[in-house]
C-alpha cells in the first residue's frame, strides 16, 4: 500500500471513530480532489490528509491558500446532497512513521 493511501484510510477511520460519517474518499470535483469528505451532524467537512517524514512546525505551509479555496468550492457542491448547513476545512496531519494524527482547522481568507 502506498504511504499517502495508508494515511487517509487511518485518517477516515479515526474520523469514523469521532462519529463522522465518510461520504467520500479521493472525491473528484473538476480539477480538485479531496481526499476525505464526511459529515457530522449537519456540518460537512472537507479534508486533506497530509503525511511528513520529518518532524515540521509549519502546518499553514502544508496547504496554500489557493489550495484551501479550491477544496472549499469543490466542497460547496455537496452542502445541498447532503442537507448541510455549514462547511468546514481540515488538516489531518502525520509526522514520522507511527505518528499520531493532528487535527488542524484550516481558515480561508
Not at 474518499?25 to 480532489?33: E, F, T
Amino acid at each position: 500500500m502506498k504511504t499517502y493511501t495508508f494515511y487517509e484510510e487511518k485518517a477516515a477511520y479515526l474520523l469514523k471513530t469521532m462519529g463522522h460519517t465518510v461520504h467520500y474518499q479521493n472525491y473528484r470535483a473538476g480539477h480538485s480532489q479531496i481526499d476525505i469528505v464526511t459529515q457530522l451532524d449537519s456540518c460537512l467537512y472537507i479534508v486533506e490528509v497530509k503525511y511528513r517524514s520529518a518532524p515540521v512546525n509549519d502546518y499553514e505551509n502544508w496547504v496554500s491558500e489557493r489550495q484551501c479555496q479550491r477544496l472549499l468550492q469543490a466542497g460547496v457542491r455537496l452542502v445541498g446532497t447532503f442537507r448541510c448547513t455549514e462547511i468546514k476545512l481540515l488538516l489531518i496531519a502525520y509526522q514520522g512513521n507511527g505518528s499520531k494524527a493532528e487535527i488542524i482547522p484550516l481558515a480561508v481568507n
